[in-house]
């Protein structure tokens, strides 16, 4: 049942696997683990009644709530600590975000079944490192969650506690002030954490499939380390620009809609507190910075997952051309009967003229691994011919791999593009308001 793979991926586990267990041992046990379904955040598809009950929960909790709080407990009549002036945009910014999300994991749920979405069905058939990479990485992933909305949900739940308890008569309430103050304070209090809880679970499923597509690229990077033919290094790196491709397909509305409400959402926020007459200290505009930093922070996973995969699947040109112009030294050399036929990094070869000498050989680069370093690579006799070679290096020069959002990659370059645009906005609007230029 859909339930179940939902539950399956989003819940943590109850115990460990040991590395031994099989991909199919491990599978059936996370079936069996989570059965019960997916409560927390009402996202069940597996019978029409449970959807019905996942899109009530969503309107109730993202829209019905934030309006009833925004017109009935805006306080404009309380004292200026209990006042709440920028609840307005803080209600719709939550809201649209949350709506962005919601409508996209549904989306993937109906559309796909979160196995297919998250790229299970097919991981029996990659290599033993990578699937219990991903499943370990699929457990933190849960955590991670945790690290992110538990912080948010305890800040906001200190300010509406203290800001329902310290209000008194302030605050409108119906027959029982303490009973309706209560249940009231549970009810935002829950709208609060639902909203958040599916902003952070889209951008950390992204976030997910981003890292089984780096576990794939570093194990395709071993084949240079051996004897491969050419059509099977092309057809494996075909497989992960496709998956990258897919990946691209799915998230780009998400992304794209997700930049722009932030954006506007920030700008909006900069306006409105750096009016003549606005009132901003933590009791006011407390819950707009936390808000502002949920988006800030969702936006900011998603961007620095692409930008991470997308550094990894350009590297394979840089280790492509280092292979082939290793493979080329070595073989004039066996010609020229200069050196040994072996590996050029064998302690045979240490003196080789090849062999870097580096002088800081102790300390370690930033972000070294398989596909990123400049170790050379080893070459073996029978190496592929020098036009082979030749050929797969233009292939990957000319068909770069990585997250695209509607044919804009999403690099290091773009990801600068997008800060010097911002921050010229910002400046622009803070000369507008407060005389700064």
Same mark, same amino acid.
């Given at each position: ?6 539950? &399956? ?16 041992? =491990?599978n059936s046990f996370e079936l069996k683990s989570y059965g019960s379904g997916l409560k927390w955040v009402f996202l069940d598809y597996s019978t029409f009644w449970r959807a019905g009950l996942s899109w009530s929960v969503f ?5 019905? #709530? ?19 002036? !920028? ?21 993937? /749920? ?23 990479? !991903? ?37 409108? !309430?119906?027959?029982?002030? !303490? ?8 009810? =935002?209090?829950?709208?609060? $954490? ?6 952070? =679970? ?12 780096? $576990? ?10 051996? &004897? ?7 057809? &494996?790196? $075909? ?6 491709? #897919? ?14 409400? @932030? ?23 407390? &819950? ?14 998603? $961007?620095?997952? /692409? ?8 590297? #394979? ?37 090849? /062999? ?24 073996? /006799? ?22 695209? @959002? ?23 609007? =803070? ?7």
């Amino acid at each position: 049942m859909e339930a179940e793979v939902i539950t &399956e991926i989003l819940l943590p586990k109850k115990k460990s696997i040991s590395a031994g267990d099989s991909f199919h041992e =491990l599978n059936s046990f996370e079936l069996k683990s989570y059965g019960s379904g997916l409560k927390w955040v009402f996202l069940d598809y597996s019978t029409f009644w449970r959807a019905g009950l996942s899109w009530s929960v969503f309107f109730l909790l993202n829209v019905g #709530v934030p309006i009833v709080s925004h017109f009935v407990f805006s306080c404009s009549d309380c004292d200026p600590s209990h006042q709440r002036p !920028y609840d307005g945009v803080v209600q719709v910014s939550l809201s649209l975000f949350a709506t962005i999300s919601f409508v996209s994991i549904s989306t993937f /749920a109906r559309k796909y079944g979160l196995r297919r979405f998250l790229f299970l069905d097919k991981l029996s058939d990659d290599h033993e490192k990578v699937r219990l990479g !991903y499943t370990d990485q699929l457990h933190k992933s849960m955590r991670l969650l945790s690290a992110f909305v538990l912080p948010c949900f305890f800040a906001d739940s200190v300010y509406k506690i203290w800001w329902f308890t310290s209000g008194g008569n302030q605050i409108p !309430y119906l027959y029982n002030i !303490y009973l309706s103050k209560t249940i009231v304070c549970v009810l =935002l209090l829950c709208s609060w $954490l639902y909203r958040i809880s599916i902003c952070f =679970l889209v951008c950390i499923l992204f976030r997910l499939t981003c890292f089984l597509q780096l $576990l794939r690229l570093d194990e395709f990077a071993q084949v240079f380390e051996g &004897e491969s033919d050419v059509a099977s290094i092309l057809l &494996e790196h $075909l497989r992960i620009r496709r998956n990258l491709r #897919v990946i691209s397909h799915r998230f780009r509305l998400f992304i794209l809609s997700t930049l722009i409400l @932030v954006t506007i959402s920030q700008f909006v926020s900069l306006l409105v507190t750096t009016e003549p007459r606005s009132k901003v200290n933590l009791a006011t505009a407390g &819950e707009l910075a936390l808000c502002s930093i949920t988006l800030v922070t969702g936006l900011l996973i998603c $961007l620095r997952s /692409a930008a991470k995969i997308t550094h990894k699947a350009q590297s #394979v040109t840089s280790l492509a051309a280092k292979w082939h112009a290793c493979a080329t030294i070595n073989s004039f050399d066996e010609l020229e009967e200069e050196t040994p036929r072996a590996p050029i990094l064998s302690s045979a070869n240490a003196g080789n003229s090849v /062999a870097p000498n580096w002088d800081f050989d102790d300390e370690e680069g930033d972000g070294d691994d398989a596909l990123d370093n400049t170790n050379l690579v080893p070459i073996f /006799a029978n190496t592929i011919s020098y036009q082979k070679r030749q050929a797969l290096v233009t292939y990957f020069e000319h068909n770069r791999a990585g997250i695209t @959002v509607y044919g804009f990659m999403l690099d290091r370059t773009w990801l600068h593009t997008i800060f010097a645009i911002q921050l010229s906005l910002t400046l622009w609007i =803070l000369n507008k308001t407060i005389g700064i230029s």
